[in-house]
């Protein structure tokens, strides 16, 4: 891109040159008489100005500050009304038809003696006027109207350059001695880099005392800890000993009722609901479960199940089965397809009324990386917890510091988490540190997803039997996703949820009731053999079924198997050399067993739907099943080489070839029948989501500091991100400026060069005059389209690492009852200062090279809504894209906007002929057009403000012409600012709007 605009400025100077030239060359043949050979312009003083002079014939005579173009008598006396005005002086002698023009050089032009054409004063000079001419020439002799332009050296602490009527004052952070071109303002990039040293080495001193502050509490918290141990420790553990047998006790009779399938207590009931109204134990049922993809998959199947409160459930099987799944659908996180959930006997479409009583660990650690772990703890703890605790802040501390030493985490507290790049904390803290966020804001329900993984088994039978203790002390409904258990952190748990392939239920009980349940089917539970992976290779198929126990138990699905021949525990038997194969027992038949279990057992989950038609499906359905396995051994023993059972009992039913019409009749029935089930999907889908965004705030169950509070806590939390660590903040400044730089350096050779003035156009001929009338050096366009692309992509980029790289914490919180618009706008102030600094680091190195004649604070003032403008479209663009895509389409539509519809091409002024005007929309909210037009008009108002023109008190350039033709007016400048402003605004204003109503499946 840089090379792009170089070439691009380089283009349009030879352009520009070539223009002069051929204007040189046209102006010499109209006036060749005049013409003399061009030679070197002598300064005053003699020395060699470093342009070409075009001067009058040797036997002519020119006074200096004046030219003399050479008309014939018919041209002079044709224009001489004009030239009048010009200030010239016409002798037309109509006997000898002699003729002399004779013409004041114009401002910004050079005219030495005998000057046939004015030249553009040189660099290093500037060429002033009227009032500056006479007060250092006096006033002009007699017949001549005004002094023309007098030529004098750029003064110390200023430059000049080419065609100057006055002096450009040096900023200070450059050398200019007495005629200087530019302002050499190297000091500036020095003092950057002595700014940036010193503030890196700020950061690395801040580091290196928040690494001795760490070390100083770890080795205190040891020597303290290790204190509580031998003084505190015993009664701690006996009053907890007292509680939990206390709860145990209470808990004895609900396990009891659960599990013999005992009504549940109603809402109203004593044991769930305060006085207050808001419950103080959640009781969850969830009947006949079932998740259907819109491509038709069948992910869960009637699922049915209880986790009740002072209890803790395992929810347990293979992978893929659907563990995670039926704790999103019974939260509402994703949207079942049918069945129902009751929590304390009514009956609710999803969890969302008690999403600030519910806790949830989900499997991947989702937290801030770049906090530590306290301050992640410590945040959950301020915004999710009631307000009356939550302004108590020796309560929190105290509340934040036992959960953190519960975890065993105290000695990592004030590490950052870290990620998969940066070494924080390890894995097994860091699922500490996940749940705790959680177990800290005192849930009355907890899900956690898989949370002993990464943990070593000591650590986990802790944790496990952690639980249990939390579940009982304060009556907390605990459901946990876990995968290979120790024998002791199974046994810690007291329920058990087993779930198959394809999301049926394997078993539902109690956990000492399930060897029973296995033993009645087949698979008593082999001594010295941890049950949890016992029952999982069951659930696999990998264990033999014992014959006897299975006829007995299982009546209805071994009449089904002895009728069609098919005995799975024969088969077993007889290939029990070869697991492998796949053969030893079809686990499918599990699911089948389940639904016929005895419901009269104790500690098996009653089903609640049992009936005799339920049953008559249920048989149907294994009869299906069977004969789909006796088809599949079929195949796979005829694969092998032996002949297919069916013929070998001739049970089999014959392939007769049904009639033709028959079998369309049943495609097209088959068609339609499909057709129906997706609509069916689809239309459960929409309904869904409609209900979703329909859906009212629904009754607080918790009374969470107020909307200004969490703003407060937000605003903290986000302030910290911003600023630390300080290596991440200046690394990203010197992003800005250095980026800053790369552009002032490929604008530094810009320079604006108005049109000729009128005299010059006047004697130019006719094809050149609308050339001539044109701004002959004029690249701010190209540079502004440059600098927004780089403003946009720069802002675009750190806007939506703001919020995308935590989109999913976002969600996790948000799903907790964080308030999501004063989550947003507290961001978006913290990150105020950061934008504000962006644009200062970018602007001091902008304008080092490049030649502003605005003021700096007009140009800091575009570019700091321009940054406004894209942190909003950066804001905007991550709450709809995956963060990773944000940087890419950030340049697309940078270079989109910043190109084609910031009106330079197509010019503003064609743009705002579109008819139906609905067409310029576009334009009109794309903030580069007013850039453009703002910053293009500040920068050539300078030349307007110059009162040194042709005319006493004219502009010296005409700055209207240049702007006629591309659309832009100096009045529209605060206009165009508050379009930027507004621009930003309404883009801030969307993406909030996104963030609170979009992903609302994910908060719930
Ligand atoms: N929204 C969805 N879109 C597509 N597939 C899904 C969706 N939700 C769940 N699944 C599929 O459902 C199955 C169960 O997924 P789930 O995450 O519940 O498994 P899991 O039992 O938790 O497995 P793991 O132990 O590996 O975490 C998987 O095959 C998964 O790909
Ligand atoms: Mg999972």
């Known amino acids: ?96 038809y002699n003729t002399t023009v004779q013409c004041p050089c114009t401002a910004g032009f050079y005219c030495p003696t005998n000057t046939g054409q004015p030249n553009y004063c040189p660099n290093g000079y500037y060429c002033p006027v009227n009032a500056t001419s006479v007060a250092i020439l006096g006033t002009p002799p007699n017949g001549l109207g005004a002094w023309g332009s007098i030529i004098i050296e750029c003064p110390s602490g200023h430059f000049c350059g080419r065609g100057q009527v006055e002096p450009f004052v040096c900023s200070g952070f450059g050398d200019c001695p007495a005629g200087s071109t530019k302002e050499n303002r190297l000091k500036i990039y020095i003092v950057a880099v002595i700014v940036l040293i010193l503030m890196f080495s700020f950061s690395s001193l801040y580091n290196w ?88 998959t069948t992910i869960m199947q009637g699922v049915t199940g209880r986790f009740a409160p002072g209890r803790t459930c395992a929810i347990m099987g293979p992978s893929g089965a659907g563990k995670t799944t039926i704790i999103n659908l019974v939260t509402g996180k994703a949207s079942k397809t049918g069945g129902q959930v009751k929590v304390n006997g009514a009956k609710l479409e999803n969890l969302k009324k008690y999403k600030k009583l519910i806790g949830f660990v989900p499997q991947e650690d989702i937290m801030i990386r770049d906090l530590s772990c306290r301050q992640n703890i410590s945040f959950s703890a301020r915004y999710r917890l009631p307000a009356s605790e939550a302004a108590n802040m020796e309560l929190m501390r105290s509340k934040i510091d036992k959960c953190i030493r519960d975890l065993g985490i105290w000695h990592v507290q004030d590490s ?24 800290v804001a005192d849930p009355l329900v907890l899900f956690l997803d898989e949370p002993t993984s990464g943990l070593d088994s000591t650590s986990s039978t802790a944790l496990c039997g952690m639980l249990k203790e939390i579940a ?85 699905v071994s009449a089904l198997t002895s009728n069609t021949g098919f005995r799975p525990s024969s088969v077993n038997k007889a290939s029990a050399a070869a697991p492998q194969n796949g053969l030893l027992f079809e686990w499918p038949l599990l699911f089948d067993m389940w639904e016929d279990r005895d419901d009269g057992h104790e500690g098996w989950f009653k089903n609640p739907h049992k009936s005799a038609s339920n049953l008559k499906d249920k048989s149907k359905r294994a009869s299906q099943f069977v004969r789909q396995s006796f088809d599949k051994i079929s195949k796979q023993l005829s694969d092998t080489g032996n002949s297919s059972p069916l013929s070998a009992n001739g049970s089999g039913q014959s392939d007769s070839s049904p009639n033709f019409l028959v079998v369309m009749c049943s495609v097209v029935v088959l068609y339609f029948k499909k057709l129906l089930e997706q609509l069916e999907t689809w239309w459960v889908f929409q309904k869904e989501a409609l209900s979703a965004l329909c859906e009212g705030k629904g009754e607080d169950m918790r009374d969470t500091p107020s909307a200004f509070k969490q703003f407060k806590l937000c605003f903290k939390r986000a302030s910290t991100q911003a600023w630390f660590p300080v290596s991440s903040f200046l690394f990203e400044m010197c992003t800005h400026l250095l980026v800053g ?112 004649t605005s003021s700096q604070a007009d140009m800091f003032g575009y570019l700091f809504l321009l940054y406004w ?25 940078s270079l989109l906007i910043s190109v084609k519809l910031s009106g330079v091409n197509p010019s503003l002024q064609e743009v705002n002929g579109y008819q139906p005007p609905v067409q310029q929309l576009p334009w009109y909210i794309s903030g580069p057009r007013w850039v453009q037009e703002g910053f293009y008009t500040t920068q050539v108002d300078y030349y307007d403000s110059i009162p040194n023109g042709p005319y006493e008190g004219d502009p010296y350039i005409d700055i209207n012409s240049g702007l006629g033709p591309l659309g832009y007016s100096t009045t529209r400048r605060y206009v165009a600012y508050t379009w930027l402003f507004v621009l930003g605004l309404i883009m801030h204003i969307l993406a909030m709007i996104t963030m609170a109503f979009g992903h609302r499946l994910k908060k719930l």
């Not at 950052?416 to 177990?439: C, F, M, W, Y």
């Not at 258990?485 to 329920?495: I, L, M, Q, R, T």
């Not at 479209?873 to 697309?892: D, E, H, K, M, P």
């Open 472 to 556: 009982v002390a304060r009556s907390m409904t605990i459901a946990a996703v876990i995968h290979q258990p120790s024998v002791s952190a199974f046994e810690s748990f007291d329920d058990l949820l087993l779930l198959g392939k394809g999301g049926r239920t394997i078993y539902h009980g109690t956990i000492a009731a399930a060897p029973d349940y296995f033993a009645s089917i087949g698979f008593p539970v082999p001594v010295n053999c941890n049950p949890a992976d016992f029952y999982l290779d069951v659930c696999q198929g990998q264990v033999v079924q014992e014959r006897g126990s299975f006829a007995s138990e299982t009546s209805s």
């Open 741 to 852: 730089m790369m552009f002032s350096g490929s604008a530094k050779q810009l320079y604006y060069e108005g049109p000729f003035p009128d005299p010059i156009c006047f004697i130019t001929p006719g094809a050149f005059i609308k050339t001539c009338q044109e701004p002959q050096d004029d690249a701010y366009q190209q540079t502004t389209s440059l600098m927004c692309f780089a403003v946009l992509s720069l802002g675009i980029s750190s806007a939506a690492a703001i919020f995308g790289h935590e989109q999913v914490n976002y969600f996790r919180e948000c799903a907790a009852g964080l308030n999501s618009p004063m989550y947003f706008i507290a961001k978006v102030i913290a990150n105020i200062p950061k934008m504000f600094f962006s644009s200062v680091f970018f602007w001091w190195t902008f304008s080092s090279q490049f030649l502003n």
């Open 209 to 296: 005392r928040k690494i001795k502050t760490r070390e100083a509490r770890r080795v205190l918290s040891e020597s303290s800890a290790s204190q509580l141990k031998t003084t505190g420790a015993d009664a701690t553990q006996s009053r907890l000993k007292e509680r939990t047998s206390a709860a145990s006790n209470g808990s004895s009779g609900l396990q009891a009722k659960l599990m013999s399938g005992g009504a549940s207590p109603g809402p109203g009931s004593s044991s769930s609901s305060s006085s207050s109204g808001a419950p103080e134990a959640l009781d969850i049922e969830f009947d006949d479960i079932t998740f259907v993809l819109k491509d038709g």
């Open 869 to 893: 403008y894209s942190y909003g479209l950066g804001y905007l663009l991550s709450q709809f894209v995956n963060i990773r895509y944000t940087a890419l389409l950030g340049i697309f539509i």
């Open 416 to 439: 950052p988490i870290g990620d998969e790049r940066t070494r924080g904390i390890s894995g097994g803290q860091r699922k500490r540190v996940n749940i705790g966020l959680e177990l």
């Open 1 to 96: 891109m840089l090379g792009g605009s170089t070439t691009c400025l380089q283009f349009a100077e030879m352009v520009h040159l070539f223009s002069i030239f051929a204007f040189l060359l046209i102006f010499r043949v109209g006036i060749n008489e005049a013409y003399q050979e061009p030679t070197n312009c002598l300064g005053s003083d003699g020395t060699d100005l470093g342009i070409t002079c075009v001067y009058v014939n040797a036997d002519e005579y020119c006074p200096p500050n004046y030219y003399c173009p050479t008309y014939s008598y018919s041209e002079a006396t044709l224009y001489m009304t004009q030239l009048t005005e010009f200030g010239c002086t016409v002798n037309a002698n109509p006997t000898t």
